[in-house]
């Protein structure tokens, strides 16, 4: 530590650490200048004894200014060392992370702040901290206060700008904290998910369908979501996705097709419409790949042939008719004895078009199948 104290002079310490902001602000541009010298000098043990005082005494200090002067500190030490910050970064980004979750809220304000201006200068070399990044915003996306939020909306805007430009990326370490996040119901993270959903399916080089099943049920709970612009938001990132279903020589149709199974039979009217405009999408485009799934397609287009929405009616129906006029071989997995057991429970039904439709199945098989 005694290197970096004959490295920074004691009053630009004792500033960084002020309650006046300005004081902080200049003290900082002292340690930025302090630390471009010892780069151009070439002096990286000299640089490495400042960034840990800056996080030792500063960042972890029990006393706010301090923190607050800390985090200021490290990202003046990054914009000093510009190119060469890439080899600090395991050091400095950490200390800057925690703060996110520090109690004062100005602590955090300031953390975001930071970060931004780290990220400005180190762009892509900043990917490896993606998903800690990714989980921070998350929750500051949630946070108590506005000041907070509107910093990290900032930040947010820059990391996905970096993300976007970078070939470093990796969809498959992000995609199992994605999923894990879609279960959060506050309506601020959930249109931060969606954003990112979006924005990431913008970029070509990721395959953002290929992961879909992973995320799909997340995207179709909120579709009832009580907020009209997170509806709206999740409706579109879905549209996008069928219309992607529809240009993509291969879907794996089988693991959604359990999803929108279960979703045709929400009570939220939206969600059972979108479920079953997907299931039609599906039974046209499917083919084979569906044939293990009829049974539990039947069961969930056959009720909504009754549903009290006329939209999901007429769709229900469409798809039914499309469903009966495939004629699947019993040697290629299609189960005759599923799907008639589904026909016969639907025999019980209070809903008269749907008995009709039942009956009408079991007419169908009987004709198509007799002999097994």
């Not at 109690?103 to 201006?117: F, G, I, K, M």
């Not at 405009?277 to 069961?299: C, H, M, R, S």
């Not at 798809?319 to 009966?324: A, G, I, V």
């Amino acid at each position: 530590m005694a290197d970096a104290l004959s490295v920074i002079p004691a009053a630009v310490l004792r500033n960084l650490s002020d309650k006046l902001y300005e004081k902080r602000k200049n003290a900082a541009l002292e340690v930025e200048g302090i630390v471009k010298g010892l780069a151009t000098a070439g002096d990286h043990d000299k640089i490495t004894a400042v960034i840990n005082l800056l996080i030792n005494d500063f960042t972890y200090s029990p006393q706010v200014n301090h923190r607050k002067g800390g985090l200021i500190g490290l990202a003046a030490a990054t914009v000093g060392l510009t190119s060469e910050a890439a080899q600090h970064l395991e050091q400095i980004v950490p200390p800057v992370l925690n703060s996110f979750s520090d109690q004062d809220s100005r602590v955090r304000y300031y953390a975001c702040e930071a970060l931004y201006n780290i990220a400005k200068v180190v762009r892509g070399d900043f990917i490896v901290f993606f998903n800690q990044i990714f989980d921070a915003l998350c929750k500051l996306s949630a946070d108590s206060d506005p000041n907070v939020q509107s910093a990290a909306h900032l930040l947010d805007r820059l990391v996905k700008d970096i993300v976007t430009e970078s070939n470093q990326f990796s969809i498959e370490e992000f995609i199992p904290l994605l999923r894990e996040r879609m279960n959060v119901l506050h309506p601020y993270v959930r249109q931060f998910l969606v954003g990112w959903i979006t924005v990431l399916d913008s970029v070509p080089d990721i395959d953002m369908l290929g992961f879909l099943p992973d995320f799909l049920d997340g995207l179709f709970n909120m579709l009832s979501d009580s907020s009209h612009e997170i509806r709206q938001q999740a409706d579109s990132a879905l549209s996008e996705f069928l219309q992607e279903i529809k240009n993509s020589p291969s879907v794996d149709y089988g693991r959604m097709a359990e999803i929108l199974v279960q979703r045709a039979a929400s009570p939220d009217e939206f969600t059972r419409l979108t479920a079953i405009t997907w299931i039609n999408e599906f039974v046209k485009l499917g083919g084979d790949q569906l044939v293990p799934y009829y049974a539990d397609i039947l069961g969930a287009i056959l009720p909504c042939i009754s549903d009290k929405e006329e939209k999901i009616r007429v769709v229900a129906c469409e798809t039914n008719e499309e469903l009966r006029a495939i004629e699947a071989d019993p040697a290629e997995g299609f189960d005759v004895g599923a799907i008639l057991s589904i026909a016969r429970r639907q025999l019980s039904s209070e809903w008269e078009a749907t008995r009709i439709e039942a009956l009408h199945w079991i007419w169908t098989l009987l004709n198509r199948h007799r002999a097994e």
